[in-house]
Every structure is written in structure tokens, then in C-alpha cells.
């Protein structure tokens, strides 16, 4: 279920190089929330999380090949990485 507040969010991430550079060096989306709270939007880590994966869900199957193979999709701005521990 979209979040207006995260798309709102989002989309001023793309546009904004100076915010894009400060959302690209949150350690984690827990920090990407407090960066949007800082700017006026209302959501949660866990709120990126759902919208990441609505958003892969959505993906063509060529899209989801690529991603495995780890190409970098136009549009997404994070990608995710699996870390064994």
C-alpha cells in the first residue's frame, strides 16, 4: 500500500542531487526515515521496506534477471545487498 508521504519523499530524493548524496550515505532506512522527518515527511523504515518490496514485486521478469545479476535498475535509488552473518 503506497505511502504518499515516502513517494512524495522519493521523488524529491530523484530530483535533488544534494538530498540524493545525504539519502545515499544513510547507514540504514531507519536513518532514511529520520532524514524525510527532518524535511516534513511522515514515514518508517519499515515503510521503505514495504514500498521496496511492492516495488520489486512489480518488477518484469527481465527486470528481476537483471537485478539478481546485479545491475543497477534506472529509477531505483538503492539497491539491496544480502550480508550472511
Not at 545515499?24 to 532506512?29: D, Y
Not at 536513518?31 to 516495488?55: M, P
Request: charged content about 20%; aromatic content about 8%.
Amino acid at each position: 500500500m503506497a505511502n504518499p508521504q515516502l513517494e512524495a519523499f522519493l521523488q524529491r530524493v530523484k530530483g535533488d542531487a544534494d538530498l540524493l548524496s545525504r539519502f545515499s550515505a544513510c547507514p540504514h532506512l531507519n536513518a532514511i526515515a529520520q532524514l524525510g522527518a527532518e524535511l516534513g515527511y511522515t514515514f518508517t523504515g519499515v515503510d521503505l521496506v514495504t514500498h521496496q518490496a511492492e516495488a520489486t514485486l512489480r518488477l518484469s521478469q527481465a527486470d528481476l534477471e537483471a537485478a539478481a545479476a546485479g545491475v543497477e535498475l534506472e529509477g531505483h535509488l538503492w539497491l539491496m545487498k544480502i550480508v550472511w552473518g
